[in-house]
């Protein structure tokens, strides 16, 4: 991601995602470091806990769909019109494949992303080209961990391993 700052137009929106990325590394910093020393005894400290406990996860989903939803057609656009270069296109991929693995909420705006279009090109009135483009579109971007059939809400399941011993899983 800050490699598409440091060679894109800045646009304000796009630091939307770092925001809340910041506010939520201070107030679990001022949970943990700062109000223990300062305030011991706060009824404070457990706010502060429950808020980013309930806050934390719609953050997130937010944020994967503003990095989604926001960041890709505004790369798009500007390769085609030729505001920016390809290479940083290519380079934001690389950061949405890191983030499509590192992140369960990614995952998940992608799927919606999926059904949604599958939705659309399931229509009747659509032409059987515009669906045939749309799977081929699918499969040349799906990787072997982005499914194609819009089930990307959860990572693969880990598989396990028995020992020789008891049979127990190795961890």
């Not at 949970?31 to 806990?49: E, H, K």
């Not at 991929?93 to 919606?112: A, Y």
């Not at 659309?120 to 669906?131: C, E, F, K, M, T």
Request: hydrophobic share 50%; with cysteine; net charge positive.
């Amino acid at each position: 991601m800050a490699i598409f700052f440091l060679y894109a137009k800045p646009l304000f929106p796009l630091l939307v995602p770092y925001a809340i990325y910041s506010l939520f590394h201070v107030l679990s910093y001022a949970r943990t470091n700062l109000f223990p020393t300062l305030a011991p005894q706060s009824s404070f400290i457990g706010s502060i806990g429950d808020a980013v406990g309930r806050f934390y996860d719609p953050a997130m989903s937010a944020v994967a769909g503003i990095e989604i939803l926001a960041i890709c057609p505004r790369l798009l656009l500007g390769s085609i019109v030729r505001r920016n270069s390809f290479i940083l296109a290519a380079s934001y991929v690389g950061f949405l494949r890191v983030r499509w693995e590192q992140s369960l909420f990614v995952r998940r705006i992608f799927g919606r992303i999926t059904m949604r279009i599958d939705a659309l090109a399931a229509d009747g009135n659509v032409p059987s080209v515009v669906r045939s483009a749309w799977v081929s579109v699918k499969n040349m971007l799906a990787g072997p961990a982005m499914p194609v059939n819009g089930s990307a809400t959860s990572p693969a399941p880990a598989r396990s391993s028995t020992s020789s011993t008891g049979g127990k899983k190795a961890n």
